[in-house]
């Protein structure tokens, strides 16, 4: 998936994800928010903001910026913000793996649903770690697989992904292969959605020990 095929499918998409992915992925986004337990002092960076519906979850006091590199999704959620006077939100066109933001500067750094998505996960997680300060938190709300998941599934998995381009995500993403590179210091994953077929993940920014 390259990021003009991402635009394109996300142009297809925008008008009836809310009615539909989006509805699926809100008790992972509810879930995730709340673990966060933000402060109004927190500084906060939410990679593919998407419709921005995850907003709704955040306190009023908390600064989130969301950054997506899709427009028609980001013109949903600007939508959002207006709509339901959320404060201190906003929203900026920007690439994920690609950051215009200095190292070290947000206290929280969140991505719901995009690192199956992305093109690159190995460069979009760098930058998430980059941005965020030492010690900071990082939370992705994923499907993964997971070596304890049902044989079948991943059979299944394994089969849709020379269509991944087409469904705008990687079926078959085992999160081992994911965390090799990601090198993420886990402090817990627990599992979301419809039939548990997604995970959250908490991680600290520091070195893995
Ligand atoms: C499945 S949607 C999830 C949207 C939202 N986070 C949610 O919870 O509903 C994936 C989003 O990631 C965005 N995306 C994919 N690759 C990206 C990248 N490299 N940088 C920023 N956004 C990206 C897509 O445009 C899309 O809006």
């Given at each position: 998936m390259d990021d003009k095929s991402i635009i394109k499918s996300y142009k297809r998409v925008s008008s009836f994800y809310d009615y539909t992915f989006g509805k699926v992925f809100k008790p992972g986004q509810k879930k995730l928010v709340s673990m966060m337990e933000c402060t109004p002092t927190d500084k906060v960076l939410e990679i593919g903001i998407g419709t921005g519906t995850s907003y709704s979850y955040y306190p009023d006091e908390t600064a989130v910026i969301g950054i997506d590199i899709s427009p028609d999704m980001l013109d949903k959620a600007r939508n959002h913000i207006e709509s339901n006077r959320l404060k201190n939100k906003s929203v900026v066109m920007m690439n994920g793996e690609q950051l215009k933001f200095e190292d070290n500067s947000f206290d929280k750094v969140v991505g719901m649903y995009v690192v199956s998505v992305t093109q690159n996960p190995d460069l979009l997680i760098k930058e998430m770690k980059?941005?965020?300060?030492?010690?900071g938190d990082i939370y992705l709300v994923n499907h993964f697989s997971f070596d304890t998941d049902n044989a079948l599934i991943k059979v299944l998995e394994k089969g849709l992904m020379p269509i991944s381009?087409?469904?705008?995500?990687?079926?078959?993403?085992?999160?081992?292969?994911?965390n090799a590179y990601a090198k993420l210091n886990v402090q817990s994953i627990s599992k979301i959605n419809l039939f548990d077929y997604w995970g959250i993940i908490h991680a600290i920014n520091s070195p893995v020990d």
């Open positions: 980059r941005v965020c300060k030492p010690n381009k087409y469904l705008g995500w990687r079926p078959y993403f085992p999160f081992s292969e994911f």
